[in-house]
Antibody
Framework: EVKLLESGGGLVQPGGSLRLSCAAS????????MGWVRQAPGKGLEWVSG??????EYVDSVKGRFTISRDESKNTLYLQMNSLRTEDTAVYYC????????????WGQGALVTVSS | DIQMTQSPSTLSASIGDRVTITCRAS??????LAWYQQKPGTAPKLLIY???NLEGGIPSRFSGAGSGTEFTLTISSLQPDDFATYYC??????????FGQGTKLDIK
């Protein structure tokens, strides 16, 4: 059974940093594309970042501030978020992609990140 | 960037109705289109990938069609569990892999 469990969310001041983690199990973690999708309160879904064997990708609004990475020895996906802004406030979902594409067949429960002074 | 536009934004329907949601891409995405269902307070669930392929475990009343720039999600006979918000997502092989703004399906 595929499971994705996020952790690391919380309240942070503008300009601060936070690292989200996503512990994955039930599939061959190294083989699949992984991503982060966020949802601001009352809003729609926004793809944030993805990682594959070809490298990493980001939406323009987080480029230079967020870094996606994976630790294959721990089956864990990360999102390091620096220089946080109030508009980054959202529920962040970790999601499993397919072998070659960034559509998502399994999602974590979400981690709430609140950026506020 | 490829922009995704869904219509309508809100749809009111009754149990047993056939409903169709449309998603338009600002440029051709071939068949790289997925549909998701989301209920309040929960993560999205994948329904359809590659425009018309039903994800495992999804009821056959859900179907997807289209290619290029215009796509549809059809629910053939609405069930109580189907009232939710639906999103399309393009995953044409270049980011950003944008979602549509969502279509909220509620009970008439």
């Amino acid at each position: 059974e595929v499971k994705l469990l996020e952790s690391g969310g919380g309240l942070v001041q503008p300009g601060g940093s936070l690292r989200l983690s996503c512990a994955a199990s039930g599939f061959t973690f190294t083989s699949y594309r992984m991503g982060w999708v966020r949802q601001a309160p009352g809003k729609g879904l926004e793809w944030v970042s993805g990682i594959s064997g070809s490298g990493t990708e980001y939406v323009d609004s987080v480029k230079g501030r967020f870094t996606i990475s994976r630790d294959e020895s721990k089956n864990t996906l990360y999102l390091q978020m620096n220089s946080l802004r109030t508009e980054d406030t959202a529920v962040y979902y970790c999601a499993k992609g397919s072998l070659r594409r960034f559509y998502f067949d399994y999602w974590g429960q979400g981690a709430l990140v609140t950026v506020s002074s | 960037d490829i922009q995704m536009t869904q219509s309508p934004s809100t749809l009111s329907a009754s149990i047993g109705d056939r409903v169709t949601i449309t998603c338009r891409a600002s440029q051709s995405i071939s068949s790289y289109l997925a549909w998701y269902q989301q209920k309040p307070g929960t993560a999205p669930k994948l329904l359809i990938y590659k425009a018309s392929n039903l994800e495992g475990g999804i009821p056959s009343r859900f179907s997807g069609a289209g290619s290029g720039t215009e796509f549809t999600l059809t629910i053939s006979s609405l069930q109580p569990d189907d009232f939710a918000t639906y999103y399309c997502q393009q995953y044409n092989p270049s980011s950003p892999y944008n979602f549509g703004q969502g279509t909220k399906l509620d009970i008439k």
